[in-house]
């Protein structure tokens, strides 16, 4: 059996040090905010290369979160994939803003840059490209269409921490980017967590507020804020984890490396489209996703070798039950439209052991034959 991804080995790996932390943690009477939360953001703003992080709840808080920072409701239109998780649509629809969706660029899974200007009105406030599948977006590109005008751009950066764009850390580049510590995202907690990182610092000072009740100083708000503050035993963990996160992407490299070398002889024969790394990107493969017009059969015949695939996603956002009201049509977005029908994730993890791939890849040589 080759799982798609084994938290439980990963975490064993490196199990004294979860096990400190919690001590350390639960000897020190302070369960909320407080010093583990203040240093894992301290070290994760580091990590990023970012001037400031503020731990939230979730990844979808993250993102929602920095639209009300930057006052986005009614009326105000912003930019996002055609083919992500629904929960980027959904930071969107709660801050009661109107998503308008861009296709990507097929070869790189990632929003497709020169379709940007056309979706761009006077009513477009943030553009929130995804780094998808552990890829940053172009972001250069991506900033020369937002050139001379007031919008911002807030990357969902869920699925790539650790990655670099033309050398810089992601997490650092944009004016916001928001990042989610879910258990199988590459830096998990063992909960929900997430954050948001930026330069900015009225910026940060507005989100640390806005999770906290809208209060800095106790029983004054100045605002209607949440309550979603980044977990104090998660922070804890997660410092443990940020210790080890180089270590453990450079290994989704090597196992991305070994996918590309065992795979390519065999793309053509059956069809196979392999992922696409733009010279200025260094990946941190969240996910290794390649593509097939014969997905689902191929999936099934590998869950009979008992290997273990899974689908980001089978259905784009604007077909989701939860846009009916939109009124889309599935061809509306065509190119995510149709990836959903092709993509396939194939076993992926800091504790994939290097051997399993040969295997992956000769039950993919099985299938045609
Ligand atoms: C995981 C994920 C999120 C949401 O993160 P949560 O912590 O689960 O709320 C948002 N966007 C993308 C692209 C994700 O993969």
Redesign the pocket.
Known sequence: MIPFLDLGAATAEIRDELDEAYHRFMDSGWYVLGKEVDAFEQEYATFCEADHCVGVG????A?TLALRAYDIGPGDEVIVPSN??I??WLAVTQVGATIVPVEPDEPTFNLDPTLLQSAITKRTKVIMP?N?YGQPVDYDAIQDCAQGTDIKLVI?N??AQGARYKGRRVGGIADIECH???PS?NLGAFG???AVTTNDETVAKRIRSLRNYGSTVRYHNDECGINSRLDALQAAFLRVKLRHLDEWNQRRRDLAATYFSELSPLASRLSLLLPTVPDWADPVWHLFVIRTPRRDALREHLQQHGIGTQIHYPIPPHASDAYRDRGYSPDDFPIAQRLAGEVLSLPMGPSLTSHSIPLVASAIGTYAS
């Open positions: 979730t990844g979808l808080d993102l992500t998780y929960a980027t995804v998808l969902d869920a699925q989610s510590f879910y995202k929900e967590g997430g």
